[in-house]
Structure formats: C-alpha cells, structure tokens
Nanobody, 114 residues
Framework: QVQLVESGGGLVQAGGSLRLSCAAS????????MAWYRQAPGKQRGLVAE??????HYDDAVKGRFTISRDNAKGTMYLQMNSLKPEDTGVYYC?????????WGQGTQVTVSS
C-alpha cells in the first residue's frame, strides 16, 4: 500500500510561482512512473506532467513553465510551476504507478487569480 500526500498548493496571482510536493509513504526507488494530474472546475482530470526512468513528459499547455522532478532518497516528487496562468487553476493530484496497482493522492488546490 502506497500513500501519497500532496502539499504546496494555494492562491497566487497570475505570473507567480508555486512548488507542489508529493510525499510517498514508501520508497519510490522502484516506482517507475509518477505524475501530476490536474482537474479544473467542470472538467475531467488530465495529465500535466509525468516522470519515468526514460525521462519527462509535459502537456503542451505547461511546457516551458512547469518542471517535474523527483528525489528518490526523500521519497518525494515535485512540480515547480512558474509563470502561472488563471487556466492553471484546479486540484492537482499526485499519481504513482506500480506493477500491482495505481495510487492517487488526495489532491491540493491551486488557484491563480488574474
């Protein structure tokens, strides 16, 4: 069983920055795929950024502004969000894929005001 706990969300003005963290309850050395998803009001949850052993992948809407990273020793994944826009508003969820099942965090709210 893996528990994922997000933190770092909040209210920020457009153009500002936030760093989200996702702390896992177990070692993440063997978790090949971790990702951040976003669910905007009235929309389906969608992939924002993914990090695997092969590299990183970003949604086109956040390329050049967001950076995903992980610290295996700390069991934590991060999402550095710069140049935030109102359309980045939503609940951000941490995701981890293991051979047995997939796990989700409880989400952290990010609100970007114009």
């Amino acid at each position: 069983q893996v528990q994922l706990v997000e933190s770092g969300g909040g209210l920020v003005q457009a153009g500002g920055s936030l760093r989200l963290s996702c702390a896992a309850s177990v070692s993440i050395f063997s978790i090949n795929v971790m990702a951040w998803y976003r669910q905007a009001p009235g929309k389906q949850r969608g992939l924002v950024a993914e990090i695997t052993s092969g590299g990183t992948h970003y949604d086109d809407a956040v390329k050049g502004r967001f950076t995903i990273s992980r610290d295996n020793a700390k069991g934590t994944m991060y999402l550095q969000m710069n140049s935030l826009k109102p359309e980045d508003t939503g609940v951000y969820y941490c995701y981890a894929q293991t051979p047995l099942r997939n796990y989700w965090g409880q989400g952290t709210q990010v609100t970007v005001s114009s």
